[in-house]
């Protein structure tokens, strides 16, 4: 009998990138590969917790088995502050992750094919190569915010950035010709200096190209039918999407989440009419200063339909992750229900979905998109207005909201934009279609589906 293939994943800490990397997990578990998968120690520990109160979880027998690795940081550090965050990770991680993996063979037996690397801790590529073992990296956005990335040097050379990463003027440029025209409202980067106050990330990127020899394969979460100019941009670039999780197993059905699922809310969408209720959620970051959140509930009351939210809340309420927010006393919520973390796959595909109100997170697009359900975009940091164009302009499946002179997004807006968008029966036929295009790519014969048995074969020479 042939000894299965084993393959390290590491993910680094945001659960955008956690989610995706573990569904790739299950798809190798079901080609028969083994996973060691690794969170930092913080991480981990929020997945197991979020576990807790669910029948089955995983099991030791699981074929992927959890690890973790301090990310150097003390128990009390703020690891919301990215840019430190990253940087202790950087540091301390790559010595203990050649430790785990001497460990891993020496204690366990475990001989590595494989691993697979998350971008943000491409440094690990460096330790594959030492140790030769192959080594991939898995790109946790879209091929467009990936191309870009890979364009700096080109972009400060055309006068379209700063050597800060920033643009210089607001003016539309193209990649290539195979590219649609981009505004510099996309770099991406640039959305992320207000919250981390500077250019962590885009010198995180800068560092990465210079120093990170060019992967086999860069894995990412998209397909052919959404970003084809992208694709062919950057060599090497594998599209294995859509991403979607498989609730076939409910064993599996919450391992790599941070917050526990409320699986209630199921219960009350199969209560809902076909096609009724207005479904939000803005992913594991996205804080609201009150008076917007106040507005957003009261726009819900006007809209006058049910609705799903989810408010996220840690069980440590001084978290920096926390929304220190409430809810204003007119708001009565009688037509809606609020959870604290959703199954957001499971709700996405639930008939009585009528639209998606989203921080447009990568993962939140397309799941968004596999679901066929219409987008209200709302967002609030780095590549989410990226994919905001995408979906409003590009793909045609959403709409945004248009704040006033304050920068408020007021609740007479939110009740238009949701009328509006329910009532475009070419918004949600577009959908659709799009829905079946990217579900195909899953099917045998599927491009993502074919790509994903190269890459296994690959993993198996
Ligand atoms: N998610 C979830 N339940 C929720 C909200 C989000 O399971 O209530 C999942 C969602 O399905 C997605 C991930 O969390 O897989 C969020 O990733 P995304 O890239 O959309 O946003 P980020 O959290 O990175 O901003």
């Known amino acids: 009998m042939s000894v299965p293939t084993t393959v390290l994943v590491l993910a680094s800490p945001g659960q955008g990138h956690v989610n995706p990397l573990m569904i790739l ?4 578990v079901e080609y028969g590969c083994n996973i060691i998968f690794v969170n930092t120690e913080s991480i981990h520990n929020k997945v197991i917790t979020s576990m807790g109160n669910q029948e089955g979880g995983f099991t030791e027998q699981s074929r992927i088995k959890l690890v973790s690795i301090p990310d150097g940081l003390g ?11 990253l940087d202790s990770i950087m540091k301390s991680m790559p010595a203990k992750l050649e430790k785990l993996i001497e460990d891993l063979r020496l204690k366990d037996g475990v001989t590595l094919s494989c691993i697979v690397i998350d971008v943000v801790v491409a440094w690990a590529l460096e330790i594959a190569r030492k140790i030769g073992i192959k080594g991939v990296l898995f790109y946790p956005s879209s091929a467009t915010a990936l ?14 950035i700063d050597s800060n990463g920033l643009p210089i003027t607001q003016k539309t440029f193209q990649l290539s010709p195979s590219f649609p025209p981009m ?6 980067w640039a959305k992320t200096y207000p919250l981390l106050h500077g250019n962590e990330i885009f010198n995180q990127f800068v560092h990465l190209m210079q120093t990170v020899e060019p992967p086999e394969w860069w894995l990412c979460n998209s397909t052919p039918d959404l970003e084809p100019g ?5 060599p090497k670039l594998l599209p294995i999407g859509p991403l979607l999780r498989s609730y076939e197993d409910d064993k599996e059905r919450s391992l790599g989440q941070f917050w526990e699922e409320d699986l209630s809310c199921i219960n009350w969408l199969d209560q809902q009419p076909h096609a009724s209720v207005v479904y939000l959620a803005f992913g594991s970051s996205t804080l609201f200063d009150n008076k917007q959140f106040a507005e957003l509930a009261l726009g819900l009351e006007l809209a006058n339909r049910p609705f799903l939210w989810v408010v996220r809340q840690d069980s440590d309420s001084d978290s920096d992750y926390n ?4 809810l204003p006393n007119e708001f009565k919520g009688n037509q809606g229900k ?3 973390w959703a199954p957001q796959q499971k709700v996405l595909s639930h008939p009585a979905i009528a639209c998606f109100v989203s921080h447009c997170g990568w993962n939140s697009t397309i799941e968004g998109l596999s679901n066929g359900v219409p987008f209200l975009c709302w967002p609030y940091f780095a590549d989410q207005f990226l994919n905001k164009t995408y979906i409003c302009d590009a793909l045609k499946v959403g709409l945004g909201f248009d704040s006033d002179e304050t920068g408020l997004i007021s609740h007479e807006e939110i009740k238009d ?8 029966g070419n918004i949600r036929s577009r959908a659709h279609v799009l829905k079946e295009k990217l579900l195909n790519n899953l099917k045998d014969g599927g491009t993502s589906s074919e790509n994903l048995n190269k890459f296994v074969k690959w993993l198996n020479e």
């Open 230 to 234: 992208a694709l062919s941009y950057t």
């Open 25 to 28: 997990s299950q798809r190798l």
């Open 75 to 85: 128990p009390d550090a703020d690891r919301s502050n990215l840019g430190e965050l």
């Open 183 to 188: 505004d510099t409202t996309c770099i991406w």
């Open 323 to 326: 929304n220190k927010v409430s």
């Open 147 to 160: 191309a870009l990335q890979h364009s700096i040097p080109k972009l400060i050379e055309d006068g379209i």
């Open 338 to 340: 609020i959870v604290k």
């Open 417 to 424: 934009k949701v009328d509006k968008v329910l009532k475009d």
